[in-house]
């Protein structure tokens, strides 16, 4: 009885350590850059003042229409992904000819527009973002020249992770304490 206790109590203190390394996972990813054929840019400034995460991507300006520069990171846990953004163009078509956003799971998949369409050059914008990523789901923000010429603009996300605890830990953690509640009632009766 006393040995059944004390292993109730060892699982116990372990789920509890193993629901608190979880939760105080460091908060830190790195992103990657593609400017898929284009001569855009990207850099991943990493933490930056209150934030986790600081990236800016420069759009493609080389005369190819069309084309993404992304910078994406993988979750390495399951994350509430949420900040502010800024953005400007010199596009003198505007903000409607080279937005910014973010995406999930690839640039083609659960894209979400950030700048706003059809404000003139030179156009200055900011605004918040927050989205939800799984463990090993990635992500990232984008900026599209959809006419890849006569300016470029500059897209600057700064971010946090704030980790959301796991389903699966919350639920060991309310077993062991039945579990415990159940001994101690055994051991007293």
């Known amino acids: 009885s006393t040995r059944m206790l004390d292993f109730a109590r060892n699982a116990f203190l372990g789920v509890v350590a193993a629901s608190a390394l979880s ?7 790195t992103f990657t850059f593609d400017p898929n054929g284009g001569n855009g840019t990207g850099v991943d400034n990493g933490p930056s ?20 520069t992304t910078g994406t990171a ?19 078509d505007g903000s409607s000819f080279d937005p910014f956003g973010y ?6 998949v659960n894209l979400v527009q950030l700048s706003v369409n059809g404000v003139s050059a030179p156009s200055f914008q900011n605004g918040v973002f927050s989205f939800v990523v799984d463990v090993g789901q990635s992500f990232g923000f984008y900026t599209l020249a959809t006419d890849g010429i ?3 603009s500059t897209g600057v996300a700064y971010g946090n992770l704030a980790p959301i605890p796991l389903p699966a830990g919350g639920l060991l953690l309310v077993g062991a304490l039945g579990g415990l509640a159940a001994l101690r009632r055994r051991k007293t009766t």
């Open 150 to 152: 006569l300016g470029s």
């Open 103 to 108: 995406f999930i799971d690839s640039v083609l």
């Open 23 to 29: 939760v105080g996972a460091a908060n830190a990813v």
């Open 74 to 92: 993988v979750a390495d846990h399951a994350y509430t992904v949420s900040g502010v953004w800024q953005y400007s163009t010199n596009d003198v």
């Open 49 to 68: 003042g209150a934030f986790d995460f600081a990236v800016t991507l420069v759009s493609n300006n080389n005369g190819t229409a069309g084309l993404f």
